[in-house]
C-alpha cells in the first residue's frame, strides 16, 4: 500500500497590528467576519434565554460575549481615516500631484 504524500503545513504568523490603510478586499474580510460575529452573537445570546440549566446558560451567555467583544474590536480596526492614510503613502501623494498637474 502507498504511503500518501500530505502537503507540508503552512503556519501564518499574526500580524502585530492591523495595516493603517484599509483597502476594499480587507474591508470585504472585515465586513463578513463582522456579520459572522455578530450572528453568532445572537444566536447564542437566544439559545442562552431559552436554557433552563443554569450551567448551559452561562456557558451560552459566556460564549456570546466572546463573540459580542471580538465584533466590538473589528468595529475599532473600521475607525481609521482611510483617506488619510492613503495620502500619507508616497506612490499615493506622487500619484495624487501627477492628476493636479494634468488638470492644470
Known amino acids: 500500500m502507498p504511503a500518501m ?5 503552512q503556519t501564518q504568523v499574526p500580524i502585530p497590528q492591523p ?3 484599509i483597502t476594499t478586499k480587507d474591508c470585504s474580510y472585515l465586513k463578513d467576519a463582522l456579520s459572522w460575529q455578530l ?3 445572537k444566536k447564542l445570546h437566544f439559545f442562552a434565554q ?3 440549566d443554569p450551567e448551559v446558560k452561562q ?5 456570546g460575549q466572546m463573540h459580542q467583544r471580538h ?3 473589528l ?6 481615516n482611510n483617506a488619510a492614510v492613503m495620502a500619507s503613502i508616497p506612490q ?5 500631484q501627477q492628476q493636479q498637474n494634468q488638470a492644470q
Open 71 to 73: 465584533y466590538q474590536k
Open 59 to 63: 456557558a451560552l451567555e459566556k460564549a
Open 19 to 21: 495595516p493603517r490603510a
Open 50 to 52: 431559552q436554557a433552563t
Open 39 to 41: 450572528l453568532a452573537f
Open 92 to 96: 499615493i501623494q506622487a500619484q495624487a
Open 5 to 9: 504524500m500530505t502537503a507540508p503545513q
Open 75 to 80: 468595529l475599532t480596526h473600521l475607525q481609521v
